[in-house]
């Protein structure tokens, strides 16, 4: 099956907005890969360019192994599955499955034998004979599958295919898509902004933000050892806790990592304590996901952080208890501002940090000033850098048993595994010992 790399591939719209800005990625025989990242940020114009839809403004798309930016779409041997799949509503179901194979000239008796074949495989073998206006939504997606299935291509662009249906519907269409998939051996590059169905569908994720691969790698690599702040953030629910640290040496002990009114220490024998160990003097970002914190009894001995629940979230199957540990978090806005558009939701959610420093005290640093106006604080980006990531009091998401026993007010003690938290640089690049 066909085989895609992209090379310093960029483009920028006639009006000057750029796109896709120098991505470079792989794409092996048979792979699922995922593109993954918020509105805007370019995914369909990747998919596009390896269409042959969109020409990149430089680089190149090459097709196994071959320069294909001159190629027509229709010499690709691609087939597109799109979020506003148009069926031919005066067709059958059997007819629209049919129509790529009548127009390659397959003859009838072949044309209807794959046409069964490819739709008893999506389980819409007993809907052939209705039109479209007569299907449930997630038939009529399994309908546009198979009109893409049918013609055996060699790679499928599939652009947020599933976004149009309820959240079941997805659930249950998103194992069979990439089951189908799989089964057939072709090589799918599957454009979505859901993180949940990034990590369940694809064999690699390749994540964007304005333009910019951040990160690639297999649903567990991109999870567990995130790139850059931004996919850490991106990447899992709840949120990973992201907080400011000052970073303390203790040479041949451990390294303080300050989080405000509370350290946690990292061994000096751990794996990592000297890439942190450069960070001396200097504040850093410590990521913390749920599943690295665990309730404990008050007085317990570790690594143990005190806190005082601000709220609850309960999910059924489990609550969430949000924390006040005197800590400041570094919040992403583009993600945060996700509901209402990048620029309103962060400027809204900036306003609501403010309010709340005015209210509770915090975000306040030792030396007293409002965070943004620390001296010397413009050298550490991430920490002072508008439009990309602020600073508020932070509410550490902690996992707790469903309808637990405490509620707003209560302190609550919690450990946590020090294997498993997460360190970022000044730049929001991930702190790493230099494998991975
Ligand atoms: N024809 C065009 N002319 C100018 N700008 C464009 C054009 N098409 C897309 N853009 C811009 O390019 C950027 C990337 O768009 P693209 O459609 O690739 O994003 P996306 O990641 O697919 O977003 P979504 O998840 O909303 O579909 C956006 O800022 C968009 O406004
Ligand atoms: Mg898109």
């Not at 662009?157 to 997805?170: A, K, T, V």
Request: aromatic share 6%; net charge neutral.
């Amino acid at each position: 099956m066909t085989t895609v790399a992209l090379k310093d591939v960029t483009k920028v719209f006639p009006d000057g907005t750029v796109a896709v800005d120098n991505i470079n990625l792989d794409v092996n025989d048979g792979e699922f890969m995922v593109l993954l990242g918020p509105s805007g940020c370019g995914k369909s114009t990747v998919l596009r360019m390896v269409a042959g839809l969109e020409d990149p403004s430089s680089g190149a798309v090459l097709l196994d192994g071959e320069l294909a930016n001159d190629l027509p779409p229709r010499d690709r041997g691609i087939a597109m599955v799109f979020q506003d799949f148009a069926l031919y509503p005066h067709m059958t179901v059997g007819d629209n499955i049919a129509f790529p194979l009548r127009l390659s000239g397959v003859e009838p008796g072949r044309r209807s034998e794959r046409v069964t074949d490819v739709a008893s495989a999506l389980g819409i073998g007993d809907v052939l004979a209705r039109k479209p206006n007569q299907l449930s939504g997630g038939q009529r997606q399994r309908v546009a599958m198979g009109r893409a299935i049918v013609r055996r291509p060699g790679l499928f662009l599939m652009d947020e295919p599933l976004s149009n249906l309820d959240s079941g519907l997805r659930a249950e269409l998103r194992a069979e898509i990439s089951g189908l998939v799989r089964e057939l051996g072709v090589s799918t590059i599957y454009v979505t902004h859901d993180q949940a169905e990034a990590l369940t569908m694809a064999d690699r994720v390749a994540i964007m933000r304005k333009g910019v691969l951040q990160d690639v790698g297999t649903p567990t690599q991109v999870y567990g050892r995130p790139a850059t702040l931004y996919v850490a953030a991106f990447l899992g629910s709840p949120r990973m806790n992201l907080l400011e640290a000052s970073v303390y040496v203790h040479l041949d002990r451990y390294i303080a990592l300050n989080l405000g009114e509370q350290s946690l220490y990292l061994p000096w024998d751990d794996i990592r304590s000297r890439a942190v160990a450069r960070y001396h003097g200097e504040r850093i970002v410590v990521g913390m996901r749920a599943e690295a914190l665990t309730p404990v009894a008050p007085d317990a001995a570790g690594d143990v952080l005190q806190g005082r629940i601000r709220y609850l979230e309960h999910h059924g199957h489990e609550s969430l208890a949000f924390l006040d540990i005197g800590a400041t978090a570094i919040v992403v806005d583009e993600l945060s501002g996700a509901l209402s558009g990048p620029s309103a939701g962060g400027g809204r959610l900036r306003r609501f940090g403010r309010v709340m420093q005015r209210i509770t005290g915090r975000g306040q640093d030792a030396a007293g000033g409002p965070p943004e106006e620390r001296p010397g604080s413009s050298r550490i980006s991430v920490l002072n850098d508008p439009g990309r990531h602020h600073r508020r009091p932070a509410e550490l998401a902690v996992r707790l048993a469903p309808y637990p026993a405490v509620s707003a007010g209560h302190p609550l003690a919690i450990s946590v595994r020090m294997d498993a938290l997460h360190f970022f640089d000044e730049r929001g690049d991930r702190i790493d010992v230099g494998w991975r």
